[in-house]
């Protein structure tokens, strides 16, 4: 079970820190990641974190969000700076075997949280 929070309002150029509590599976052993779904398009990646802590991203979040782990808090976290109105969405978090092959895929993931909304304001 993954529970993501964190999500509110922000202003353009504002800051968010998201978590995603994992429980049920050995957190240590799988890969995280964070997706979004904006209103009518499809869910697309954002960030990714390994089981061995190697990080990957979108092209439109390089040097503005930043993902982590905690594996004594069976926790992932993204921090998003800079944040813009165009990073609004409902951010779902999602665990899974991922390797460098595949962590962009949705395919590549097993569990999935209940997604946390992330809205910016202008």
């Known amino acids: 079970q993954l529970q993501a929070s964190g999500g509110g309002l922000v202003q353009a150029g504002g800051s968010l820190r998201l978590s995603c509590a994992a429980s049920g599976y050995t957190f240590s052993t799988y890969g995280m990641a964070w997706f979004r779904q904006a209103p009518g398009k499809e869910r697309v990646f954002v960030a990714a974190?390994?089981?061995?802590?190697?990080?990957y991203y979108g092209d439109s979040v390089k040097g503005r969000f930043t993902i982590s782990r905690d594996n004594a808090k069976n926790t992932v976290y993204l921090q998003m700076n800079n944040l813009k109105p165009e990073d609004t969405a409902v951010y779902y978090c999602?665990?899974?075997?991922?390797?460098?092959?595949?962590?962009?895929?949705?395919?590549?993931?097993?569990?999935w949280g209940q997604g946390t909304q992330v809205t910016v304001s202008s």
């Open positions: 974190v390994t089981w061995k802590a190697m990080t």
């Open positions: 999602a665990a899974g075997g991922i390797y460098s092959g595949n962590y962009y895929s949705r395919n590549a993931y097993t569990y």
